[in-house]
């Protein structure tokens, strides 16, 4: 075996569930396993290499120049990797190796790697007797909190830890256990969606899905001494007193094993983490996975994609900071009343004063990620460019002072109030810090900030200056017009004589490199420049050093504060955008009360009024008048009506409005008075959720149950169309009891919006329930071939009948099948019950045998999943391609790398043409077979 073989399985050995990044010159080579995980996932070219006796091993490189693109792609699938870097400067003998930090997807703090707007957490959880401590930390932002939740009912105690690891969203989650992971990307297949199939289809597995990449991680890290004295010497504390965690052992074990985990993957991250902010659950809203779905708060429909959610139709903030405080106060809606009334004082403040909105910002819009780059710099990782936007920031502040200070308002006042602008830092920036403008510009401090330094670059300038005198000089005394000093990397300076002038060359010249038409020859007074400049640069280069990490160092030195004030400017951003979103769509203040009442006048969806806004269209807005404490006061409205008449945008209308004024938002409204809730519910129905893949029904019962177990007389309950999942008649059963145990029992404020139409004989006559529907324009003639014009607007009452033949009629079902149809529904009142699900039954089996009658395309798409992945990887690696940072030559290589691979992809394609004589260019099937290969879940629809 030879050394470097041994060193590379030394320190594999160290890291089994990570890969490997061997740094290998202008290479991170990785071997074994890890080479052949890592180039399925990245798609690079697997190799091989010699290694002594052992033979060859597999191996695949990723060059370091391209490194972090590589690195943000092995991370969104999952992967950890473990950089080790050469310690030492290659030449003879092994060089020195060690690992200098493991990234995992929630331990990554290049601001390269993430997205701006948002919080990448580490989260960690950890189970006890008594219920669960999770802590969690952003690397980027030195945010660090920690809780326990406990409860008698360990049911509920699971439910509350889910609810705060849904609102958390990490990126990664370590939980107490040994098993070492294998090195391959599929364990982390459903990471994206943030409640796993698995665990949706088991309610009761015993431990609580966890949203993002789990690691599992050493049990006794987690133990409670070990954890408590890692936050001690993390600290410097004796106690836990000061961050309130004193009496939660669970949260201090998941706090300490997060410590001790960030030690040993990259320990420059921690001195960022300065303090420890212990948090109970109270005072917030609970919002469950599926209802975060559900009201598409921060990601619309199942892609998770953020466009057409709440958080884009709102954000309007300036900066990524504001940005990341958005969506977390969306994440996390509140239930104290004077929590709420204090944010809205804020946003209020904005709201009324146009010109200091305006000019807020403006003003924010020049102000960059104060609170990243803070992290950068305590970290001692910022670049001169990062210190000097830092600094820009830091010159907004006193601006954005004034203009706060300016109104005499209480609220802003207060946020102008916890505004350091941190002069000093300022200041030292502007001295001390140089961002060189061409690439040859090495140096990083400024002229003048420092004597010494400025003497030796002097020095440096001086001895190259007597060196480029020497030329001339050297041309008087040898005769010799065309001799030139010049420098190489290798031998240094030299004086060049091309070969017809070699007679000339005087006898105190010798000669160290021969060229093909000249030679280079060094004096004894060169040499002695030469290693004159080489000298003060060395000395320049060491200097610079020490005086960079000591601006690194006086900034980070103040990072708690400017923390706080990178905070701050979140809060006024968030504060201005807000107000400025709501003098834009009309929004108003809400009226918080401690009550039961909810009424909304003039209520509107933020989001579906945004997009039909953008069109054009006016959207049409409706009232809720539920609970109270006035006996007769609704509690359940059930609202009737057919497809596409609006009930579903009710109802969710009605949740976000809810939301929003507990956030401490403005809401979409003329009027509204919320007396606060204690948890949003919602069920949607069943047809929404098709895509999932899951059984819809048993999915659809399990939320159901979840809801009728946790509702409590002050929560909002939203159900579309339960019950729809399963047979008529079972389904309206189901329908009918889930209903009459929300209005009894429970009493929580519902919506409940139906088509089965009897409920409204049923349900609609206990007390306490209201019934609405959604209406629409009768159809001008009588045999339902008239076209209904849906309003859209609630109105009190039962839809008088089923519209079920007019949408047949419109929807272009033949004369005769209408017709019939009204025969039937005219002799038997059991049509009267035809719902959709009946139609969608239909839709679902034509759908399958458009597959069966197209088998080969079917099995094409099948077979050709490997190719479909092979197309993603490709489109991926086009995707993450560097192009800022790449050499016109490295582009060339990389395109014909992707070329190959393109190639590569085609020819492994499944050929239908093998089974066929024609060529391919003139069978026409084969293009739609190609088609649907690299997209065979679309097909399958
Ligand atoms: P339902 O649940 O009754 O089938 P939806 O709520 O899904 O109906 O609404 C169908 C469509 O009608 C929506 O996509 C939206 O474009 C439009 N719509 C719904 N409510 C309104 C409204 N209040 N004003 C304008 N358009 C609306
Ligand atoms: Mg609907």
Same mark, same amino acid.
């Given at each position: 075996?030879?050394?470097?073989? $041994? $060193? *590379?399985? +030394?320190?594999?050995?160290?890291? #089994?569930?990570?890969?490997?990044?061997?740094?290998?010159?202008?290479? *991170?080579?990785?071997?074994?396993?890890?080479?052949?995980?890592?180039?399925?996932?990245?798609?690079?070219?697997?190799?091989?290499?010699?290694f002594g006796r052992d033979g060859r091993v597999p191996m695949a490189g990723v060059p370091y120049h391209a490194a972090n693109s590589y690195l943000a792609r092995l991370l969104r699938q999952g992967f950890r990797v473990a950089i080790c870097e050469q310690m030492s400067p290659a030449g003879k003998g092994l060089v020195e190796r060690a690992i200098t930090r493991v990234v995992s997807p929630g331990t990554v703090a290049e601001p390269a790697l993430l997205p701006p707007r948002e919080n990448c957490y580490l989260a960690a959880l950890c189970p006890g007797p008594t219920g669960y401590g999770i802590a969690y930390v952003d690397v980027t932002t030195g945010e660090f909190a920690a809780t326990e939740i406990t409860d008698g009912d360990p049911t509920l105690a699971r439910a509350a830890a889910e609810h705060d690891l849904a609102r958390i969203a990490p990126r990664e989650c370590l939980v107490p256990g040994d098993e070492r992971r294998a090195t391959s990307g599929e364990r982390n297949a459903d990471a994206d969606d943030d409640v796993?199939?698995?665990?949706?289809?088991? #309610?009761?597995?015993?431990?609580?899905t966890i949203p993002g990449h789990t690691t599992p991680y050493e049990a006794r890290h987690f133990a409670l001494v070990a954890a408590t004295e890692t936050l001690h010497a993390h600290f410097g504390v004796v106690n836990l007193e000061a961050y309130g965690c004193a009496g939660c052992p669970l949260a201090v074990r998941a706090a300490g094993a997060i410590v001790r985990y960030l030690t040993e993957t990259n320990a420059m991250l921690l001195p960022l983490l300065a303090g420890l902010r212990t948090y109970h659950a109270g005072g917030t809203m609970h919002l469950d996975a599926a209802t975060r779905r559900n009201l598409e708060l921060t990601g619309a429909g199942r892609s998770g994609a953020s466009g057409g959610s709440l958080l884009q139709t709102l954000d309007g903030t300036k900066t990524a900071m504001g940005g990341r405080l958005l969506r977390r106060m969306l994440a996390q809606p509140l239930t104290d009343r004077a929590a709420i009334e204090a944010?809205?004082?804020?946003?209020?403040?904005?709201?009324?004063?146009?010109?200091?909105?305006?000019? !807020?910002?403006?003003?924010l819009a020049e102000v960059g990620d104060m609170e990243r780059l803070t992290a950068r710099a305590r970290q001692e990782a910022a670049t001169p460019r990062e210190l000097l936007a830092l600094r820009d920031a830091l010159l907004a502040v006193p601006k954005l002072a004034t203009l706060l200070k300016e109104p005499e308002d209480a609220a802003l006042d207060g946020l102008a109030a916890r505004l350091d602008p941190c002069s000093g830092v300022a200041t030292l920036l502007t001295r001390a810090v140089l961002v060189p403008e061409a690439r040859e510009d090495v140096r990083r401090i400024r002229p003048g900030y420092d004597t010494d330094f400025d003497a030796l670059v002097y020095t440096a300038t001086h001895a190259r200056e007597t060196i480029a005198a020497m030329e001339a000089a050297e041309r008087e005394r040898t005769g010799i017009k065309s001799l030139k000093i010049k420098y190489n990397s290798v031998f240094g300076y030299g004086i060049e004589v091309s070969n017809a002038n070699r007679g000339k060359v005087p006898g105190d010249y010798r000669r160290t490199q021969t060229?093909?038409?000249?030679?280079? *020859? !060094?004096t004894p007074a060169l040499k002695e420049w030469e290693a004159a400049v080489l000298h003060a640069e060395e000395r320049i280069a060491a200097r610079e050093d020490e005086l960079y990490r000591g601006v690194l160092r006086e900034v980070g030195a103040v990072a708690p504060v400017l923390l706080g004030t990178a905070r701050t400017v979140a809060a006024v951003d968030v504060h201005a955008a807000l107000a400025d979103r709501a003098v834009q769509g009309r929004y108003v203040r809400p009226t918080l009360t401690d009550g039961t009442a909810l009424r909304i006048e003039a209520g509107r969806h933020p989001t579906v009024e945004a997009a039909l806004a953008a069109a054009g269209e006016s959207f049409v807005a409706n009232d809720t008048d539920l609970g109270g404490d006035a006996p007769g006061g609704t509690r359940l409205l059930l609202l009737t009506g057919p497809n596409m008449a609006g009930k579903s945008t009710y109802l969710r209308q009605v949740a976000l409005v809810v939301l929003l004024a507990q956030v401490g938002a403005f809401v979409p409204a003329d009027r509204a008075e919320i007396g606060i809730v204690d948890r949003i519910f919602t069920r949607i129905g069943a047809q929404d959720d098709l895509a999932a893949g899951a059984s819809t029904f048993l999915v659809e019962m399990m939320e159901t149950a979840h809801i009728l177990r946790h509702a409590t007389d002050r929560s909002?309950?939203?159900?579309?169309?339960?019950?729809?999942?399963?047979?008529? +008649?079972?389904?309206?059963?189901?329908?009918q009891a889930v209903a009459e145990d929300l209005?009894?029992? !429970?009493?929580?404020?519902?919506?409940?919006?139906?088509?089965y139409h009897r409920l409204t004989e049923t349900v609609g006559t206990l007390p306490g329930v209201a019934v609405a529907r959604a209406a629409v324009a009768e159809p001008e003639n009588d045999d339902g071939t008239g076209a209904i014009t849906f309003l859209h607007r609630i109105q009190p009452g039962a839809a008088g009948k089923s519209y079920g033949l007019h949408v047949a009629a419109i929807a272009g079902l033949p004369e005769g099948v209408v017709a019939r149809a009204r025969a039937l529904f005219d002799t038997s009142e059991e049509v009267d019950r035809q719902d959709t699900r009946n139609r969608e039954e239909i839709g679902k089996v034509r759908e399958l045998r458009v597959w069966r009658g197209d088998d080969d395309a079917f099995h094409a798409a099948y077979r050709s999943e490997g190719v479909h992945t092979r197309h993603a990887a490709l489109l991926d690696e086009i995707a993450t391609l560097d192009l800022a940072r790449m050499t016109p030559l490295d582009a060339l290589i990389a395109l014909d790398r992707l070329q190959r691979d393109a190639r590569d992809a085609r020819d492994a394609a499944p050929q239908r043409a093998t089974s066929n004589p024609q060529p391919p260019d003139t069978n026409p099937s084969q293009h739609a077979a190609r088609g649907t290969q690299f997209h065979p879940r679309e097909g399958r629809r």
């Open positions: 075996m030879t050394p470097a073989r $041994q $060193q *590379y399985l +030394e320190l594999k050995a160290k890291h #089994p569930d990570a890969l490997l990044w061997f740094r290998m010159g202008d290479f *991170y080579e990785m071997f074994d396993d890890d080479a052949r995980a890592a180039a399925a996932a990245l798609h690079i070219t697997l190799t091989s290499r010699p796993s199939l698995a665990a949706r289809r088991s #309610p009761l597995a015993a431990s609580p944010r809205l004082d804020g946003t209020e403040a904005f709201a009324t004063r146009t010109a200091l909105r305006l000019g !807020v910002l403006a003003l060229l093909t038409h000249a030679e280079r *020859y !060094v909002l309950v939203v159900l579309d169309e339960v019950g729809r999942g399963t047979g008529t +008649e079972d389904g309206i059963a189901i329908a209005a009894g029992r !429970v009493g929580a404020r519902t919506l409940f919006a139906t088509h």
